[in-house]
């Protein structure tokens, strides 16, 4: 059943503000009504902060991972595709961190009901260790919220943070408490703990050729099941980027039992995952 949960928060507009000068004042508050669907665990939304609504245009869809690309400037983590495209105002608080408190707030301390936790990538996208240290300042602002990382033990929270893009692993493995998680790739399987690594994820199309058409070569099916074997062995989830948008591609990483499907096609993933629990 699509069950819809309506919750009343007060949101920060940096997400559809005016373009607002460097001088200009925080985004007002404003009375803001978000519908959340019924959690689809294997959701992800890739570069997330493009829809017209960053955040809950997700939830509204049972989306339970999200992706936000940063840019530290002038001391704010900014929120882009690209540094061109940056502008003030639109930053990981505004558009996540306090929305996410926010609805927790007023929704038992959780964002999904029954345990089911949202996973936020944030990608760095310039320089790692300036960047990583204003996350992590930033993180531990909302550490009720988050889940904890301290000497190895994970303590889980309404939201799990994941650092992904320019990493700095002895930086995040040297530290005895920490917010965030680290996005490993293909090359750390079978290396770094969970709890430092939580997810391995990789570019598809650098492991594999097929692209939906035609049968999946059994190869490459094996291969991707090997992937998720050895990943699951170690208690690790797994997700792909740069996959098609294609059911037959959506199926087969179900099917291996692959945790996050990426795409920027909200409606579309899920309406095919709800059809396939229907079937």
């Given amino acids: 059943m699509n069950k819809i949960l309506v919750v009343s928060f007060l949101a920060l507009l940096g997400a559809c503000a005016p373009v607002q000068t460097a001088d200009t004042a925080a985004p007002a508050l404003a009375q ?6 019924s959690p689809l665990p294997r959701a992800h939304a890739h570069n997330d902060y493009e829809h017209e609504r960053p955040l809950l245009d997700a939830l509204a869809q049972g989306f339970t991972s999200v992706e936000s690309d940063v840019f530290l400037r002038g001391g704010q983590l900014l929120v882009a595709h690209e540094a061109s495209q940056l502008q003030p105002g639109r930053t990981l608080q505004s558009l996540y961190l306090e929305p996410l408190r926010q609805i927790a707030a007023q929704n038992g301390g959780r964002i999904y009901p029954a345990g089911q936790s949202l996973t936020l990538y944030i990608d760095v996208k310039d320089d790692g260790e300036a960047t990583y240290q204003a996350i992590d300042r930033a993180l531990a602002e909302y550490a009720p ?8 033990q994970v303590t889980p929270g309404a939201v799990s943070v994941v650092i992904s893009g320019n990493r700095v692993p002895a930086t995040m493995q040297a530290q005895t408490l920490r917010y965030a998680g680290m996005d490993g790739r293909l090359s750390d399987l079978g290396g770094a703990p969970a709890s430092l690594i939580p997810i391995i994820s990789d570019n598809w199309t650098k492991t ?3 692209n939906g058409e035609g049968e999946f070569p059994a190869a490459e099916r094996q291969r991707l099941r090997d992937i998720v074997a050895q990943a699951h062995a170690n208690g690790q989830r797994v997700r792909f980027w740069a ?3 294609h059911p037959a591609v959506w199926q087969a990483l179900v099917d291996a039992g692959v945790d996050q ?3 920027d096609d909200l409606a579309g993933l899920r309406a095919y995952l709800l059809e396939r629990d229907r079937r």
């Fill in 32 to 37: 803001q009504t978000v519908r959340i669907a």
């Fill in 145 to 152: 919220l988050l889940t904890r990382y301290e000497n190895g």
């Fill in 208 to 210: 594999f050729s097929w």
């Fill in 243 to 245: 996959t098609p948008e």
């Fill in 261 to 263: 499907i990426n795409t």
